[in-house]
Structure formats: structure tokens, C-alpha cells
């Protein structure tokens, strides 16, 4: 019989415990073969050595992640529980070296997974990034985070934000209003981002005097831009013939990153995505960065890491099963053409 106590100083209870010690009852019921009482900022555990250990590293786990990153969300315990790494691709909130500019009211604006990390630091090396991943994992977020910090340090005179502006099911054309009243709903994502980094009035000014820029992809045709950091959001809405035009427009002191989500393409079925032609002829270019993001770096709604696992898991079941009937239809081929040849030659 082993007896453990474990103190939780630094850290609120009931974020530890969860409400009516919700997440303090997922460990006792993974671990029925010990006591576990709390009291105060101590908690104790009594049990066989072997279990009682490993019931400790959970709670250890939870108790860090806490004093961490700030946040102990139910299914994170779950998937301690389960045996998963919560930390592979977490970054400390006590790392100096995540932070990438200061948003509105001098909040650090920081990398909150690995990915992200690799993304600002590739940044930092290479003119031009590819960012891919999924939905969720912070790309446009943290580019523009990127994109910020340039213009701030001045190291570029501007920013430009755009858009190829494909339609994702919807049809732009019965929007209300001019051009800009038509596409602005559809860049306002990285209007999101530009509010947690400018107050209103400076980023009004900005606006304005068009040292913050955003625009669809179509409008940088015939452009230079120089001496400023460029992010083009959603590249796979893009055809390759597009991408080359964009890429084509940089100037000497341009920056640039690139983002996408390969499995999101809302394009025709008769048109194909220019981004996996882009990352396949230029990803070995010196200069050139390419940073994949996983579900691992999302950073939304808890559940939306599952979502993303799942529509992999049908795109795959989907794409086998788009394999094997194109392979009965090839064997049907070969064997009427095998038909054919035999007749003619009777």
C-alpha cells in the first residue's frame, strides 16, 4: 500500500477539479482501485504503489497544464486518460520565444502550438512561406500576427491581405451593395485578426491611408508590391496560373506568406488547385518555407479536431473505394480488349 500527497498550490480548484469535481471524477473512475480525497491545495492518494503512481502522473499532468497554457478542457483529461500527449504540441505560456507582436492594449500576441512556432520562425528566415493545414490550426491568425510585427519593427511600409474570391457554396453575385460590400463579408476573417492587434481608431487609420490593405487575389494583377508583407489567405481557391501571378508580383523587399487547406477546395470540379503545384515545383527553392500544420494544432472548439479526423477518415474510404472501382473498370477493359484479340485472331 503506497500513500501519495500532492499539492495543487498555484492552481484553481475548481478549474482542476471541474465543476462538482467532474474532471476529479474521471480519475477516480479510471482508477477505482485507489482512494483519492482533496482537501484545500493538497490532494492524497492511497492505493497500490504501481497504480497510485499512475494516477499521480495524470494528475501531475492536469496540474501542469493548468499553470501552463490556462485551460483544462474535460476531453483533455479524457485524453490523458487515454494515454495521448497533450504537450507534443502545446507551447508554455511561460516561453518568451512564442510571442509575436503585441496586440491592442500591449497583449502578446504568441504561438500557441509547435507549428505555429515553425511557421514564425521560418518567417523570420525565408522571404516566402507556404503555411498548410487544416481549419482550426491558426494560419491566418498567426501570419497575420507575423505580418503585424514587420510593420511595426518597419520592416516593411504595409501590409496586404487577400483572397482568391471563390465562392465556399455560396454565390457572391446576390450579395447586397458594390464590389467591396460583396467580398469584405468574405475577408473578414482577416479583419478578425487585424482587430486583436490594432486599436479600432489606429486600424480606421491604417485602413485608410492603405498601409493595411485588403483585397481579392484578382485585384493584385499588373501590381509590384514592395516593401510589403503580402499574406494570400485560402490558396487553394487558387489555380496555378494565379498563384504564378501573385508570386510574380513580389518585389525586392517583399514578404510573403502563403496559406491553405489542401482538403477545402472550393473551386470547380473542372478547375484544379494551383497549391500543391506551387509547394511541389518550388518547396526545395532557397528562400522558400513550407510549414505543415496537423490536427494537432488546432486550436478551436475542442471538437473541431475530431471533425477534421473524421471527414479524413471518409475523403480516405472514399478515395479507396474511387481506386478500386476505376481498377474493376481497367480489369473490365484489359479483358475486352483480351476479348478482342482473340476473336480477331480466330
Known amino acids: 500500500m503506497s500513500e501519495i500527497n500532492l499539492s495543487i498550490d498555484g492552481v484553481d480548484p475548481v478549474a482542476l477539479y471541474g465543476q462538482k469535481n467532474s474532471k476529479l471524477n474521471l480519475v477516480k473512475n479510471a482508477y477505482p482501485e485507489i482512494r483519492i480525497t482533496s482537501r484545500g491545495e493538497k490532494l492524497k492518494l492511497i492505493g497500490e504503489k504501481k497504480i497510485t503512481q499512475q494516477a499521480k502522473e495524470i494528475l501531475e499532468k492536469m496540474i501542469r497544464m493548468l499553470k501552463e497554457h490556462d485551460e483544462l478542457p474535460t476531453q483533455m483529461v479524457k485524453?490523458?486518460?487515454?494515454?495521448?500527449?497533450?504537450f507534443k504540441s502545446k507551447i508554455s505560456k511561460g516561453d518568451a520565444t512564442s510571442t509575436i507582436v503585441n496586440g491592442r492594449n500591449g497583449k502578446p500576441i504568441k504561438a500557441k502550438t509547435v507549428n505555429q512556432k515553425r511557421l514564425f520562425d521560418s518567417a523570420e528566415t525565408n522571404d516566402i512561406v507556404f503555411a498548410i493545414g487544416p481549419a482550426g490550426t491558426g494560419k491566418t491568425y498567426t501570419a497575420v500576427a507575423i505580418a503585424v510585427r514587420a510593420l511595426k519593427n518597419k520592416l516593411v511600409k504595409k501590409i496586404i491581405l487577400t483572397r482568391p474570391a471563390v465562392e465556399a457554396g455560396e454565390n457572391l453575385g446576390f450579395l447586397p451593395g458594390d464590389l467591396k460590400d460583396k467580398v469584405d463579408p468574405y475577408l473578414r476573417p482577416l479583419y478578425d485578426a487585424l482587430d486583436d492587434m490594432f486599436p479600432p481608431d489606429k486600424l480606421e487609420h491604417f485602413m485608410t491611408t492603405r498601409v493595411i490593405e485588403i483585397a481579392p487575389l484578382a485585384f493584385m494583377r499588373g501590381r509590384t508590391l514592395d516593401n510589403a508583407f503580402i499574406i494570400l489567405d485560402e490558396a487553394q481557391n487558387a489555380s496555378s496560373m494565379q498563384l504564378k501571378m501573385f508570386l510574380t508580383r513580389l518585389g525586392p523587399s517583399a514578404k510573403c506568406i502563403i496559406t491553405g487547406d489542401?482538403?477545402?477546395?472550393?473551386?470547380?470540379?473542372?478547375?484544379?488547385?494551383?497549391?500543391?503545384?506551387?509547394?511541389?515545383?518550388?518547396?526545395?527553392?532557397?528562400?522558400?518555407?513550407?510549414?505543415?500544420?496537423?490536427?494537432?494544432?488546432?486550436?478551436?472548439?475542442?471538437?473541431?479536431k475530431d471533425i477534421i479526423i473524421a471527414y479524413s477518415k471518409a475523403d480516405e474510404i472514399r478515395k479507396a473505394k474511387k481506386e478500386e472501382e476505376q481498377k474493376l473498370k481497367d480489369a473490365e477493359k484489359a479483358a475486352r480488349q483480351a476479348r478482342y484479340k482473340k476473336q480477331e485472331e480466330e
Not at 79 to 86: H, R, T
Open 79 to 86: 485524453d490523458m486518460l487515454n494515454g495521448n500527449n497533450p
Open 262 to 304: 489542401i482538403s477545402q477546395i472550393d473551386l470547380p470540379h473542372n478547375q484544379r488547385s494551383g497549391l500543391k503545384h506551387s509547394i511541389n515545383i518550388l518547396g526545395d527553392t532557397e528562400g522558400i518555407g513550407v510549414v505543415y500544420l496537423t490536427v494537432d494544432d488546432v486550436v478551436r472548439h475542442r471538437l473541431v
